[in-house]
């Protein structure tokens, strides 16, 4: 990969991510206040959604966890928690909001997870897909975790499944060469579109017998 390419993919990582720092922080936001937290429980639960995927998948690749050293995405964690708190948004439907905003970081860190880990880290492409759904689920499962809610996860929601959809189609489309700018914009749509279509239709995937259920229907 030549210099100039390297920087091309190193950016649209940076900015995708940044994207989902912003957004999983709002989504945590969110789920504070519906718990009625103080400024500084909006701040932490916030900031622990945007970075706590992406924390553990550096450790798990031995990677310097990125923003103990670049804090960029702490302060836009924060930034957002806080303009969320201080905007006070009257959301009619807070759970609503908080998956809707999930699922935009759901979709960026789904990408920037597995691209980091098979780009950058080399790792076979099963792994970085693997890293893209821990990536992408784990700052939410986090966040659901301490406040008092059962994680997303869970609950039988096509969450996991969407991510590892989009983690396995950007990966994909890298290992046939396609360019990782691409890739990446494919794979966060891919987990945009099933995800977002979840949310809307009450799509969840149930245990044998009642493998998919739509709005509270076997199917």
Known sequence: MSVLNGEMVQSAINGFMYFGDIVFAVSGALAAGR????????????????????????VLLDHPVWWTHEPVELY????ATLLTYFCRLEIKDRYKATAWFDALGLSAFAVTGSTVAFLQS???????????????????????????NRPMILCGELYAVAALAGAFVNVG?????????????????????????AVVFDIRLGPPG??????GRNK
């Open 35 to 58: 718990r009625r937290m103080d400024i500084v429980g909006y701040v932490l639960i916030g900031t622990i959604t945007g970075l706590g995927g992406g924390s553990l998948r550096d």
């Open 76 to 79: 836009l964690c924060i930034m």
């Open 122 to 148: 080399q790792v076979p492409w099963t792994v970085a897909v693997f890293m893209g759904v821990m990536t992408a689920t784990g700052g939410g499962v986090i966040r659901d975790l301490l406040t008092g």
């Open 173 to 197: 489309m890298m290992t046939l060469h396609v360019q990782p700018e691409v890739a990446m914009a494919s794979g966060f749509m891919a987990t945009l579109v099933l995800r977002g279509a």
């Open 210 to 215: 009642e493998f998919v259920r739509v709005g």
